[in-house]
């Protein structure tokens, strides 16, 4: 069975770093990429980037590039979101979500992370 | 970054009904390399239709997709109680992936 756990919620202050994970198990980790997707508080989802974990090779959308790093740990069939400096508006909750083989859509689901940051 | 524009933007229906969701992209979506999502409150999003009319895994038949290029349109026939939720497209032809703002579905 496919599944994709994701680290409990965190509560941080603007300024501090944070890095959150995404245990896949089930399948090939390397055979597939892993997005990150963002949803702030009553919003829709907006999708920040993604990594092929066999070679750590990363896409990041626009609004994202720069502000998260997307990374992942094949020892251990982890994939990271993190950041190195937090702002309140990065409030929200995160999912990852594993993209298919043969197309790219976003066929399993973490069941998200939530991130509070408080100014 | 090809944007996607759902509508409308919230639906009140009753179980039984049938409701036809649209999605228009700003530009071609390429190799009809679009998806739909369906969001219960409180749960993560569940793929429903990829590839612009393909069924995922243990989705029922009453969901439906078709469209290509610029227009897309997902079809629920007989509205069950658990359908009532909130349903995105998503383009992953071209990055960066973008998604639709949504489309909520709520009980009349």
Known sequence: EVQLVQSGAEVKKSGESLRISCKASGYTFISYWISWVRQMPGKGLEWLGKIDPNESYTDYSPSSQGHVTISADKSIATVYLQWSSLKASDTAIYYCARSGANSWHLDYWGQGSLVTVSS | ?108
């Open chain 2, 1 to 108: 970054e090809i944007v996607l524009t759902q509508s409308p933007g919230t639906l009140s229906l009753s179980p039984g009904e049938r409701v036809s969701l649209s999605c228009w992209a700003s530009q071609s979506v390429s190799s009809s390399y679009l998806a739909w999502y369906q969001q219960r409150p409180g749960q993560a999003p569940r793929l429903l239709i990829y590839g612009a009319s393909r069924r995922a895994t243990g989705i029922p038949d009453r969901f439906g997709g078709s469209g290509s290029g610029t227009d897309f349109t997902l079809i629920i026939n007989r509205l069950e109680p658990e359908d009532f939720a909130v349903y995105f497209c998503q383009q992953y032809g071209s990055f960066p992936w973008t998604f639709g703002q949504g489309t909520k579905v709520e009980i009349k």
